[in-house]
């Protein structure tokens, strides 16, 4: 088929097509803009912390170690106990690479601490300048503070001394069965926080986080401040796909940090298709766009739905955002006779 009749039914399928998918109509213009998506541009994050108090997981670790060299040995459950105290403190040492030396370091007050996962920002270092309290204090809907496993931790150290306390006579520890089991109980606790902890540092690592070491509340908190945003999930957990973990620690203390984006909605992927007009196709223009309200955004992941501050910047030319603005505009051309077709989808 000829390229003029070629032409003449593209340029026919525009006039007549072009608003139900979503195609900006402008005649002889020579580009055509396709709606691909809404999307959302990241402002700023809500950050949530968990303050993890190691040397607390490290004296448990050290007590279930001393009773499995006290306890009564014809209790049933005995090499049970033995065998699961020498897992945890296993367990214990794969945490240990938190206090290498290969780590990026930040001084602060004088306490250096390691990001262990992630890069800190501005508001990262504020954090760590600053005590637990002062972060209770300053807390508004920006950082939430949540206490959760230092809790559970507290929980378990009170029940544990409680049952040393009540069945220690000449240097051994002989439990009843039952407080034995119980006994058993809270040693798994124990070992399953040491290893979510352990799987949120190897996850926060590659930028995943980690439901195990959140609570349903906070798993529904994190899809509220989204929705409210107007970025919707199907279920609960498909809203961590948008959040961005980052762990540092110092001395005794282990920050897992959550950050929740806050986005600049009723913005618009816009594919970018340069046509030829009298044998003329206009050079240089940009594969994607971003359009928010009379600004232009360059983005280098157009598949997203959140696009992060690193993956946008400011686009502005003499060509194209006039065009996209119904403005005049100045554009460059080069001399093409070729009818080009592409997935207006891919990159």
Not at 19 to 34: A, R, S, T, V, Y
Not at 111 to 124: H, M, N, Q, R, Y
Not at 169 to 175: E, K, Q, V
Not at 235 to 261: C, Q
Request: net charge neutral.
């Amino acid at each position: 088929m000829p390229k003029l009749i070629l032409l003449l039914l593209f340029s026919l399928f525009q006039q007549k097509h072009c608003q139900h998918l979503e195609i900006k109509c402008l005649n002889q213009d020579p580009i055509l803009l396709m709606h691909l998506r809404n999307c959302y541009i990241q402002t700023g994050t809500i950050k949530i912390i968990h303050p993890i108090n190691l040397t607390t997981l490290e004296e448990n670790v050290n007590t279930f170690l001393e009773i499995s060299r006290k306890i009564d040995r014809t209790l049933p459950i005995s090499d049970l106990i033995i065998h699961r105290s020498r897992r945890i403190a296993n367990n214990l040492i794969q945490l240990k690479p938190i206090k290498t030396k290969r780590q990026k370091q930040w001084d602060s007050i004088g306490t250096v601490w390691k990001w262990i996962a992630g890069s800190p920002d501005a508001e990262d270092l504020r954090i760590i300048n600053s005590t637990l309290n002062d972060l209770i204090d300053q807390s508004n809907e920006q950082i939430k503070i949540n206490h959760a496993i230092i809790d559970r931790l507290a929980t378990i150290t009170d029940n544990i001394n409680q049952l040393i306390d009540h069945h220690t006579s000449l240097n051994t520890i002989l439990l009843k069965e039952m407080d034995a089991i119980s006994l058993l109980l809270y040693l798994d606790a124990t070992n399953n926080i040491l290893e979510d902890i352990e799987d949120a540092i190897l996850r926060a690592r590659v930028s995943l986080p980690n439901s195990k070491l959140l609570t349903l509340r906070e798993i529904f908190l994190v899809q509220s401040i989204l929705n409210e945003q107007g970025i919707k999930t199907d279920y609960p957990e498909d809203a961590l796909n948008y959040v961005k973990p980052k762990v540092a620690s110092r001395n005794d203390t282990l920050l897992y940090i959550l950050e929740i984006p806050k986005t600049n909605g009723n913005c618009q992927i816009i594919k970018v298709i340069p046509l030829i007009v009298n044998n003329t196709v206009i050079i240089d223009a940009p594969n994607y766009i971003i359009k928010s309200n009379n600004k232009l955004f360059a983005t280098n992941e157009p598949q997203k739905t959140v696009q992060q501050s690193h993956e946008t910047h400011p686009f502005f030319d003499q060509c194209i955002f006039p065009i996209v603005m119904g403005l005049e505009s100045h554009c460059y051309a080069s001399e093409s006779n070729q009818t080009i077709i592409q997935n207006p989808t891919r990159k």
